[in-house]
């Protein structure tokens, strides 16, 4: 079993730049892939962004690419969404994921562990 934590969400102006993190117990963290997800009111669940294990790896949705970067520190347990350039509609709560299969799934249902979500609100 896995537990993942987010931090590091608040309110921001547009333009402006926040870094989520995600702590995950358990020792084979490190074989994970991890993925952000986010959901803003009345939509659904969509993509933000995906890592593989080893961090060689990493995938954005459209939307995100080239404002927000994943990362990963193994020895900390620890994945990473730093956001920059961010707009309005961005806004939404942001959920880390593990899919302990390494796979690097795209879609929700690929992944197998899910944080408790932590809020991003952008301001125009």
């Known amino acids: 079993q896995v537990q993942l934590v987010e931090s590091g969400g608040g309110l921001v102006q547009a333009g402006g730049s926040l870094r989520l993190s995600c702590a995950a117990s358990g020792r084979t963290f490190s074989n994970y892939a991890m993925g952000w997800f986010r959901q803003a009111p009345g939509k659904e669940r969509e993509f933000v962004s995906a890592?593989?294990?080893?961090?060689?790896?990493?995938y954005y949705a459209d939307s995100v690419k080239g404002r927000f970067t994943i990362s990963r520190d193994n020895a900390k347990n620890t994945v990473y969404l730093q956001m920059n350039s961010l707009k309005p509609e961005d806004t939404a709560v942001y959920y880390c994921a593990a899919d302990r299969l390494g796979r690097v799934p795209t879609s929700h249902q690929g992944y197998d562990y899910w944080g408790q979500g932590t809020q991003v609100t952008v301001s125009s």
């Open positions: 890592i593989s294990w080893s961090g060689g790896n990493t």
